[in-house]
């Protein structure tokens, strides 16, 4: 099974601060990764697929990039409705597998 | 607007069964690969099961195969997962979502996802 691993698992920002979070796999995916977010008590969204494609209807803020093992997730300017948990998703093989979580937190 | 609803869960003792169903509706739903994932509470998502638009093609997560069995009724636009022996473990909120397809053997990511429906495995 690939292993997604996630870093950091919490980060502490504020509204408006540029934050990253990365994923790193155990073995190399392309460019076959998704990300998500997910808020308490709700069904992940859909943000970014194929690493780096922007799913419609997502703010422009949100960007990712990668390929290989080490993939990011950007936010460019962090607005209240973005403090929420993230997760990676790789497609590159059976069984689909998930980071653990990137959980960001209002400073 | 795609819409995924999730039913069936509740509590069930440990070695029961309980089917899920997800209905969906403004899609085309027989043209879709369809997935379950789970999630424990106050945990991550793990990937259940997968099959394809018309049902001939299945994959499983390999800790629950044997014990679950996704399936699907076009002419219903519903997807349902069959789960059987449930253990303490298998508590979660499981969701149903679309799968893009993207690569080889519906390998792709999900665009549309269920509100869930949570499953408590205890006596």
């Known amino acids: 099974d690939i292993q997604m691993t996630q870093s950091p698992s919490t980060l502490s920002a504020s509204v408006g601060d540029r934050v990253t979070i990365t994923c790193r796999a155990s073995?190399?995916?392309?460019?076959?990764l998704a990300w998500y977010q997910q808020k308490p008590g709700k069904a992940p969204k859909l943000l970014i697929y194929k690493a780096s494609s922007l799913e419609s209807g997502v703010p422009s803020r949100f960007s990712g990039s990668g390929s290989g093992t080490q993939f990011t997730l950007t936010i460019s300017s962090l607005q209240p409705d973005d403090f929420a948990t993230y997760f990676c998703q790789q497609y590159n093989s059976y069984p689909y597998t998930f980071g653990q979580g990137t959980k960001l937190e209002i400073k | 607007q795609v819409q995924l609803v999730e039913s069936g869960g509740g509590v069930v003792q440990p070695g029961k069964s309980l089917r899920l169903s997800c209905a969906a509706s403004g899609f085309t739903f027989s043209n879709y690969a369809m997935i379950w994932v789970r999630q424990p509470p106050g945990k991550g998502l793990e990937w259940v099961a997968i099959m394809s638009y018309d049902g001939s093609d299945k994959y499983y997560a390999d800790a629950l195969k044997g014990r679950f069995t996704i399936s699907r009724d076009n002419s219903k636009n519903t997807l349902y997962l069959q789960m059987n022996s449930l253990r303490g473990d298998d508590t979660a909120v499981y969701y149903c979502?679309?799968?893009?397809?993207?690569?080889?053997?519906?390998?792709?990511?999900?665009?549309?996802w269920g509100q869930g429906t949570l499953v408590t495995v205890s006596s």
């Open positions: 073995q190399s995916i392309s460019t076959w």
């Open positions: 979502a679309r799968n893009l397809i993207q690569y080889k053997s519906l390998l792709g990511y999900f665009d549309n």
